[in-house]
């Protein structure tokens, strides 16, 4: 039995995807996942929104079923290569203040790059380091445009965004720490980094979307500051293949937490970022320790 072969009876073998949008007019933002582990019979889901006035979402865990992409009022729907119907008709939750609201979703999402193989940025052993979080990983940002009603107020919605596909073994507890960190400062620049750390060392990955095409990123300098315990402001220097660097400075605007198991926890922020005269908004994720 080759690795690959092995890897996919792990128990935590996990196939998901990811998807999150921000639209500056209204200043409100949507992250939402469906993972799926057949061997522990586990389908995972979540789905928060986020503004200046609300932090809400849901979180569960059900049995697998035939329908891997629907989840508890949580839909995806391909409706060709690059191109996504998202639905959500349900309940949120804001954990401080107790109130529930009832959201309803119609979004499509839009590819804007091609779609980005982690695969061009590592080597061997950085594919082996890795193969306790994802064996395959790919990554594209877009545009999301629909609407969103909360409480029977409706958002029109036109927004930048990422998505994310991961295959392989899923452990929370196996990292050390990892930064995800995307933003879209138009429909022509676009980027996402991941910094990975394991007992033996750090693996980075992602792209620099510029000047028509996707710029395989290969190492990240990342100078994180916290304040009061949370992410506050990182300062980056993303390096591509040929050498390139490319400085992003980044600010956490507003953050949400999601328990993923009994150690770990996601932080899971809007940030704003800087790239030459350029201002973008998106996602930066830390998978950290619980404190």
Not at 282 to 291: C, D, H, Q, T, W
């Amino acid at each position: 039995m080759n690795d690959l072969e092995a890897l996919k009876k792990h128990d935590d073998w996990n196939e998901s995807y990811y998807f999150n949008f921000h639209d500056t007019e209204h200043n409100l933002t949507a992250f939402m996942r469906i993972g799926n582990k057949i061997n522990k019979n586990e389908k995972m889901m979540f789905f928060y929104l986020m503004s200046p006035t609300l932090t809400a979402g849901i979180k569960l865990e059900t049995a697998c079923d035939d329908e891997p992409w629907k989840n508890s009022g949580l839909k995806y729907l391909e409706k060709e290569p690059g191109t996504w119907k998202l639905i959500y008709d349900g309940p949120i939750l804001d954990p401080l203040n107790k109130n529930l609201y009832q959201v309803k979703m119609d979004v499509t999402w839009e590819g804007l790059n091609p779609l980005m193989d982690y695969m061009e940025c590592v080597d061997e052993k950085e594919t082996e380091l890795s193969s306790n979080v994802a064996s395959e990983h790919y990554e594209q940002f877009g545009r999301a445009r629909g609407t969103v009603n909360v409480d029977g107020e409706i958002i029109e919605i036109d927004a930048m965004g990422e998505r994310d596909k991961s295959i392989g073994v899923r452990e929370w507890g196996s990292p050390k720490m990892w930064m995800w960190i995307n933003s879209a400062f138009s429909t022509d620049d676009a980027f996402n980094i991941t910094k990975l750390s394991v007992e033996e060392g750090d693996i980075d990955a992602g792209y620099f979307y510029t000047n028509g095409k996707n710029h395989p990123l290969v190492k990240a300098q990342i100078d994180l500051k916290f304040h009061k315990g949370f992410p506050s402001i990182f300062n980056m220097v993303l390096y591509d293949k040929s050498g390139t660097e490319y400085t992003v400075d980044g600010e956490v605007v507003r953050f949400g937490m999601i328990p993923v198991d009994e150690e770990m926890v996601l932080i899971e922020t809007l940030s704003r970022y800087t790239w030459l005269d350029k201002v973008g908004y998106g996602i930066a994720e830390f998978l950290v320790p619980k404190i």
